[in-house]
């Protein structure tokens, strides 16, 4: 199983990057099937920042980015994308791509949040910077 993120770059404050999150060996549009966006800031812990089930249609966004970002999913090319509108400087962060199962989920639906030790497989991470 492995999960390939790609898609970050440079991009002026208020600008836009679609990041994207590629599955090999597993389906991520499955049932039981949760693929969540995280980010780490320099200096800062790991922040989950948004995560779909999409074989219910479960999304979830932190406060942080709620209104701006926006996760989706397509079956035929097994891939999750995050669509990063209105981009602060703080959204600077490599963001990487995970993929967890029910307990993931069932945290999203009361709005726990994503918690990292949820999500087993991990893709490498892309760098999103956002200049001033």
């Known amino acids: 199983v492995q999960l390939q993120a790609s898609g970050g770059g440079l991009v002026q404050a208020g600008g836009s990057l679609r990041l994207s999150c590629a599955g090999s060996g597993i389906n991520v549009e499955d049932d039981l099937v949760a693929i969540g966006w995280f980010r780490q800031r320099p200096g800062k812990e790991r922040e989950g920042v948004s995560g779909?089930?999409?074989?219910?249609?479960?999304?979830y966004y932190s406060d942080s980015v709620r209104g701006r970002f926006s996760i989706s999913s397509d079956s035929a090319k097994n891939t999750v994308y995050l669509q990063m509108n209105s981009l602060k400087p703080e959204d600077t962060a490599v963001y990487y791509c995970?993929?967890?199962?029910?307990?993931?989920?069932?945290?999203?639906?009361?709005?726990?949040?994503?918690?990292?030790?949820?999500?087993?497989?991990w893709g490498q991470g892309t760098q999103v910077t956002v200049s001033s």
């Open positions: 995970a993929a967890g199962g029910y307990p993931a989920i069932a945290a999203m639906v009361r709005k726990i949040g994503l918690r990292s030790h949820e999500f087993a497989t």
């Open positions: 779909i089930s999409a074989s219910d249609g479960t999304k």
